[in-house]
C-alpha cells in the first residue's frame, strides 16, 4: 500500500525522474529473473536488457503502466523462444503507456508480442523472426496489438508470421511505419480498426503486402479511416502458408494492397512492384455471414496516384488464362470486385469484375476494365494515426 | 558472474528482504490457530505460513475459519489433486449473487493447493491465493518446499516435473503472478472464478451463506456426469474451464467465442463460427464447433493438443484432458446438423 501511494504520487506529479533503472542480464535463470523484473517494476520503470541470447522456457508478460523495456539493439539482445513450452506468445503485454524498444524475440510458438488492452502502446525496432522462413507451424503473429487506442510501431521487422508479420486488431489510433514485413503471409494487416496511417514501410516477399479487413461478428466492427501512403511493396510472391481456415489463408500470392470490407481507405504514393496477382485489390467480403451490425462493401475508397511496375502478370485467380488473353497479356495495377464504391485518380489502370452482390462467390463476374470516378474532394485525413504524446513516448 | 548481475541479485535480496522486512513489522505473528488478517489485507508476505490459514500445512489442515469447498466440475489441472479453502474475517458474510459468484466481502481469502501423488506420497506443489483487499483482488502464487514444511512466494512461476494420475511425466508450470490475471481477469479487475453458486452444492451454500439462491448446483457433479445429457455435461466443462477467457471483457474477448453457462447464442459458442486469430491453432479447421463432426471443430482440435501455439487452455496445464476432451466430442457429436 505504501508503495502503491508513492506510486499514485509519482504519476500525479509527473517525477520521471524517480523512476528506476532494473538491469536483467542473459545466462542462468533468466526466464525467472526478467519475469520478476516485468512483474516487480513501478510504473515509470524501465528494465534494460543487456545484450546477448535470452533461453526462455515460457511466455513473459508485463502488466504494470508506463514502462519501458529497453533491449541493446533489434540483433543485440535477443529473447529465444524455440525452447519455449507453454503460453499463447512471446510477451504479452496488458498495462498502458509502455514502451518496447530494440530487442528481438526468435521462434515463439505462438504470437511474438501480443498487447491487449494496452492504451498508447509504442512498438519500435523490435524484431520477430521465424528462423526457419515461411512454414505453415510458424507462429500466427510477430507484432499484434489489439483492442487498444493508441498504438506506435516504428521501425520494427517481422519475418515468417504465418498470418500476419504486423497485425492490427479491434483498435483506434494506429501508425505503423519505417517497418519492415518480409515473408510473412500478410505483411502488414489491420482489422477492424479505426484511424489508421500505415507509411514509409517496406512489405517484401510476403504472400500479400499490406491488407486492411473489417471481419463481422467481431466485438470490434467498423474499420476505416485509413492511409496506406509511401509505402515500398515489392515482390510478395511467397505462395500462401497460412493453415488454411484462416482468413488469410485466402489471400492470393502475388497481392499488394488489398481492402476488404472497410469505409474510407486512401491508398496513394506507393511504389508496387513485382505484385503478380494485383498490386491493388479491393473488394467485399467474401464469405457468408450472419451479423446484422456488419457491411461487407468497400464503401468510400480512394486510390491516388501510386507508382505501378506492371500489373498482374501472373494472377492466382481462376480463368487466369483467359483473363490474360483478355487484357493483353498482363491484368491492369487496380483490381476491384465492383462492389460497395471506389475511386481512383485520372488514369489509373484497373478492371472490375462488375459483381453486383455480396458473398455469392465470382460466378456472376463480367470483367471489364476500371470505370470509376476521380476523387471528390481531399481525403479527411483529421483523426488518422496514433496520438502525438507517442512521439514523446519515444523519445530517445 | 557480471557486476550487473550481481548488482540485480543484489538489489532483489534486498527487495525480498525489504517486503519481508515490512511485512513483519506491519504483521505481527498470529495467535496460533488463527488467521493473520493483516497478511490477507496488505503485502506480499514471503512464507505461506505467515497467513496462519493451516494449524497444519503439509496435512492441510485449515485453522478456524477457513473452511474447505468443492467444486461440482472443477477446473482441469495436470489431474492435480485441488484442495479449495475459502476464509472470511470475523463478523463478516459471503453474500450470494444469483447462480453466479459469491459476494465476498474485503478481507477474504480464496487458497488452493495443488498436490500429486496419494497417501503418503502426497506431495504438495504449489498453494495459489487470492486475497480481496480494498484496491482489489490479489492474486499470489506459492510453491512448496522439498520438506513440505512451507511455501515460498513465486511471483515469476516455476517449472517442476510431475507424473500425472494418468501416469504421464510432464514439466508442471506454476503460473506467474501476472498469468495469474490472464483467467482471473476481467474488465481489468482480478476476480475470482470458481466459486459461483451454480457450481457449489446447496447443502455448502446453505451451512455457509445461510442460503440456497436459485440457479444453485446447476452444473454437474462431474464424478456423477454419466447421469446427465451430453449437453449439460460439455456446457459446465466449458464454463469452468474456458469462458474465463472465452467472454466479453476477459483475455481471449477479442476471439468473439463466449463460452459461458448463461451464453445461449450458437454463434457466440463457436458454432459454424469462423476463428478470427486463431493462427495455426486452427489446425486447418474451418470452423470452432461443426455440429455432428467433432474432428473438424477447432475447439476439440485445440483441446486435444499440447503444442504451445496451439494448445487451449493456453494456461494452468500442460497435458491433456481426456475425460473433459470426450465430454465436449460427444456435445458436438450429439448436436444435430
Known amino acids: ?396 | 558472474m557480471k557486476s550487473a548481475t550481481a548488482l540485480l541479485a543484489a538489489a532483489s535480496l534486498a527487495l525480498a528482504g525489504s517486503v519481508a522486512a515490512r511485512a513483519d513489522f506491519f504483521q505481527p505473528v498470529a495467535a496460533v490457530g488463527a488467521v493473520n488478517d493483516d497478511a490477507v489485507v496488505q503485502g506480499m508476505p514471503r512464507l505461506l505460513s505467515q497467513f496462519g490459514f493451516f494449524t497444519d500445512g503439509a496435512g492441510q489442515a485449515p485453522a478456524a475459519r477457513v473452511t474447505p469447498y468443492r467444486l461440482n466440475t472443477p477446473l482441469y489441472s495436470d489431474g492435480a489433486e485441488k484442495l479449495r479453502f475459502v476464509y472470511v474475517p470475523e463478523g463478516k458474510r459471503m453474500e450470494a449473487n444469483g447462480d453466479g459468484l459469491i459476494d465476498f466481502p474485503v478481507g477474504t481469502a480464496l487458497i488452493k493447493t495443488f498436490a500429486f501423488g496419494e497417501g503418503r506420497e502426497r506431495r504438495l506443489i504449489e498453494t495459489r491465493v487470492l486475497l480481496h483487499r480494498e484496491s482489489g483482488w490479489v492474486a499470489l502464487p506459492y510453491v512448496w518446499n522439498a520438506e513440505q514444511t512451507d511455501a515460498a512466494l513465486a511471483i515469476a512461476g516455476a517449472r517442476m516435473s510431475v507424473v500425472t494420475p494418468a501416469g504421464e511425466a510432464i514439466s508442471y508450470r506454476v503460473p506467474n503472478k501476472n498469468q495469474c490475471k490472464e483467467c482471473h481477469g476481467l474488465d481489468d479487475a482480478v476476480i475470482p472464478i470458481g466459486p459461483k453458486a451454480r457450481n457449489l452444492s446447496g447443502e455448502w451454500l446453505a451451512a455457509n451463506l445461510g442460503e440456497v439462491p436459485a440457479g444453485a448446483e446447476r452444473l454437474v457433479v462431474w464424478e456423477k456426469r454419466g447421469a446427465s445429457g451430453a449437453e449439460a455435461v460439455a456446457r459446465a466443462y466449458l464454463d469452468v474451464n474456458c469462458a474465463h477467457c472465452h467472454r466479453p471483457g476477459a483475455t481471449a474477448s477479442n476471439s468473439g467465442l463466449d463460452l459461458r453457462w448463461e451464453q445461449d447464442d450458437p454463434h457466440a459458442l463457436g458454432v459454424m463460427k469462423r476463428p478470427v486469430a486463431a493462427g495455426r491453432g486452427a489446425g486447418g479447421l474451418l470452423f470452432d464447433v461443426v455440429p455432428g463432426d467433432p474432428d473438424q471443430s477447432i475447439l476439440l482440435h485445440r483441446m486435444l493438443s499440447n503444442d504451445p501455439g496451439v494448445a487451449m487452455p493456453e494456461l494452468g496445464k500442460s497435458s491433456i484432458d481426456r475425460e473433459g476432451t470426450e465430454a465436449v466430442r460427444r456435445w458436438i457429436e450429439e448436436m444435430p446438423k
Open chain 1, 1 to 396: 500500500m505504501f508503495r502503491l501511494s508513492i506510486a499514485a504520487a509519482l504519476l500525479a506529479t509527473a517525477a520521471p525522474a524517480l523512476a528506476e533503472t532494473h538491469v536483467v542480464t542473459p545466462g542462468d535463470g533468466a526466464q525467472e529473473r526478467l519475469q520478476e523484473a516485468l512483474i516487480m517494476a513501478q510504473p515509470g520503470d524501465e528494465i534494460v536488457l543487456e545484450a546477448g541470447r535470452y533461453a526462455m522456457s515460457d511466455g513473459l508478460s508485463l502488466d504494470v503502466e508506463g514502462v519501458t523495456v529497453r533491449g541493446a539493439g533489434m540483433d543485440g539482445t535477443v529473447l529465444d523462444f524455440t525452447g519455449q513450452q507453454g503460453a499463447g506468445e512471446g510477451l504479452l503485454v496488458t498495462s498502458d503507456n509502455v514502451t518496447l524498444r530494440d530487442f528481438a524475440l526468435e521462434n515463439p510458438k505462438g504470437d511474438g508480442v501480443k498487447s491487449k488492452g494496452a492504451d498508447n502502446i509504442v512498438y519500435h525496432r523490435i524484431r520477430v523472426t521465424w528462423t526457419r522462413g515461411p512454414h505453415p507451424e510458424n507462429g500466427a503473429y510477430g507484432i499484434y496489438p489489439v483492442e487498444s487506442t493508441g498504438i506506435l510501431v516504428d521501425g520494427v521487422k517481422v519475418t515468417g508470421a504465418s498470418d500476419a508479420g504486423i497485425y492490427v486488431g479491434q483498435s483506434d489510433r494506429i501508425t505503423v511505419r519505417n517497418s519492415i514485413a518480409e515473408a510473412n503471409v500478410a505483411g502488414i494487416e489491420i482489422e477492424n480498426s479505426r484511424n489508421a496511417l500505415v507509411a514509409h514501410n517496406v512489405a517484401t516477399r510476403n504472400t500479400g503486402g499490406i491488407l486492411v479487413f473489417d471481419l463481422p461478428s467481431l466485438p470490434v466492427m467498423g474499420g476505416g479511416n485509413v492511409i496506406i501512403e509511401n509505402n515500398l511493396v515489392v515482390a510478395n510472391d511467397t505462395p500462401n502458408f497460412a493453415p488454411p481456415g484462416n482468413i488469410v489463408a485466402g489471400v492470393r500470392r502475388g497481392t499488394g494492397i488489398m481492402v476488404m470490407a472497410n469505409e474510407k481507405v486512401l491508398i496513394e504514393n506507393n511504389i508496387l512492384s513485382g505484385n503478380p496477382t494485383a498490386p491493388v485489390m479491393v473488394i467485399a467480403y467474401v464469405q457468408p455471414y450472419d451479423d446484422a451490425r456488419y457491411n461487407p462493401l468497400p464503401r468510400e475508397v480512394v486510390v491516388g496516384p501510386n507508382s505501378y511496375d506492371g500489373g498482374g502478370y501472373d494472377p492466382q485467380l481462376d480463368g487466369a488464362e483467359m483473363l490474360l488473353a483478355a487484357f493483353g497479356g498482363e491484368l491492369p495495377p487496380v483490381l476491384w470486385d465492383g462492389l460497395g464504391s471506389l475511386a481512383a485518380v485520372e488514369g489509373t489502370a484497373g478492371w472490375s469484375l462488375n459483381l453486383t452482390e455480396a458473398g455469392k462467390g465470382l460466378g456472376a463476374a463480367q470483367p471489364g476494365p476500371l470505370a470509376v470516378t476521380a476523387p471528390a474532394s481531399a481525403f479527411d485525413r483529421s483523426g488518422i494515426g496514433a496520438p502525438a504524446a507517442l512521439e514523446a513516448q519515444l523519445g530517445g
